[in-house]
């Protein structure tokens, strides 16, 4: 069937950075649109990014604007957040989601448009 695996969490210090992968197995992410999410103990799930199936097109939300960039690469069904000057708010569980049904040139902020997770990799800002 398949499966998301994130990686490249850990512990960084305030104002470094890095990168998230999300691997996929079992499936061409080429046919998906892709997102990533974010969750604090005690908190609600939340939207970081977006990137659409066909064209690039990519969505962040303000809260990590002009510091993350999602992108990907099909020849290594591999999405990827790379997180730049890290701040202790963005301490939390971070996710990969994937899509067959947000048309080809869209993107989503919206969870309910996700139908395939990984298990989550841990981020950790300290200060």
């Known amino acids: 069937q398949g499966q998301l695996v994130e990686s490249g969490g850990g512990l960084v210090q305030a104002g470094g950075s890095l990168r998230l992968s999300c691997a996929a197995s079992?499936?061409?992410?080429?046919?998906?649109?892709m997102g990533w999410f974010r969750q604090a103990p005690g908190q609600e799930r939340e939207f970081v990014a977006a990137?659409?199936?066909?064209?690039?097109?990519?969505r962040y939300a303000d809260s990590v604007k002009g510091r993350f960039t999602i992108s990907r690469d099909n020849a290594k069904n591999t999405v990827y957040l790379q997180m730049n000057s890290l701040k202790p708010e963005d301490t939390a569980v971070y996710s990969c989601?994937?899509?067959?049904?947000?048309?080809?040139?869209?993107?989503?902020?919206?969870?309910?448009?996700?139908?395939?997770w990984g298990q989550g990799t841990q981020v950790t800002v300290s200060s």
């Open positions: 989601a994937a899509s067959l049904s947000i048309p080809a040139y869209s993107i989503s902020y919206s969870s309910r448009t996700y139908n395939y």
């Open positions: 079992g499936r061409s992410i080429s046919n998906y649109a």
């Open positions: 990137i659409s199936r066909i064209g690039g097109i990519t």
